[in-house]
């Protein structure tokens, strides 16, 4: 069935540097992909999104391309801040039946000024 | 905001007891999903309901048990609580059901459930 493969972390970055997060995937056809993150303390929040290969989803600085060539869809962003600290999941569309959503791991991002 | 909306946003509550999560969708949203995100095992799916019919079932334990209602707001309850039911529970939201093409999935931000 649909997988997903996230770097796991924690990834610890200073202040304005750059980000990456790899996200691979695996499934049947051309699903949606998803990025979701989880600030400290609270809910799970659907930071980005692309439905078709090579679209590009952006939101808050966070880019994600879909590329069905790598079946990647790595979250980056040119310059963390400290309110980015957070943890980023990356999720398809399950063809399972028994989940609507599969998610990676999760990656925890500490930004430190 | 994702538009859906979850009480109570912390609960604490004794083992054995008895306590219901309260979900209400987004506008138009048609699915409902439960989820348990615990520090031991992950986000875990424990339920879907699609227009008041339940449509899939994950690891929920038969403890728990869920429905949606006509108005489209869905409540979970959990019973004969155990410490280890502590966690935070999701609800989330989609126009669609589950991995239908282009469906977007929407969560709540939780409640904090502590079994003491």
């Known amino acids: 069935g649909n997988s997903v493969t996230q770097m796991e972390g924690p990834v610890t970055l200073s202040e304005e540097a750059f980000l990456t997060i790899n996200c691979t995937y695996t499934a049947t056809g051309y699903p949606s992909l998803f990025w979701y993150v989880q600030y400290p303390g609270e809910g799970l929040q659907l930071l980005l999104k692309?439905?078709?290969?090579?679209d590009k989803g952006s939101n808050k600085g966070f880019e994600a391309t879909y590329r069905k060539e790598t079946t990647s869809f790595h979250l980056e962003k040119g310059s963390v801040q400290v309110s980015d600290s957070a943890v980023y999941f990356c999720?398809?569309?399950?063809?399972?039946?028994?989940?609507?959503?599969?998610f990676g791991k999760g990656t925890r991002l500490s930004v430190i000024a | 905001d994702s538009g859906v909306t979850q009480t109570p946003k912390h609960l604490i509550t004794a083992t054995g007891q008895r306590v219901t999560l309260r979900c209400s969708p987004r506008?138009?949203?048609?699915?409902v999903y439960w989820y348990q995100q615990s520090l031991d095992q992950g986000l875990q799916f424990l339920i879907h309901y699609y227009n008041g019919e339940e449509r899939a079932k994950g690891n929920i334990l038969e403890r728990f048990s869920a429905q949606q209602f006509p108005d489209l707001h869905s409540e979970l309850n959990l019973s004969s609580l155990e410490l280890g039911d502590s966690a935070l529970y999701f609800c989330?939201?989609?126009?669609?059901?589950?991995?239908?093409?282009?469906?977007?999935?929407?969560f709540g931000e939780g409640s904090w459930l502590t079994v003491v």
């Open positions: 989330a939201s989609s126009v669609a059901q589950g991995s239908s093409p282009g469906n977007t999935i929407y």
């Open positions: 692309a439905t078709k290969a090579d």
């Open positions: 506008s138009g949203d048609l699915s």
């Open positions: 999720a398809l569309p399950s063809n399972s039946g028994n989940t609507p959503l599969v």
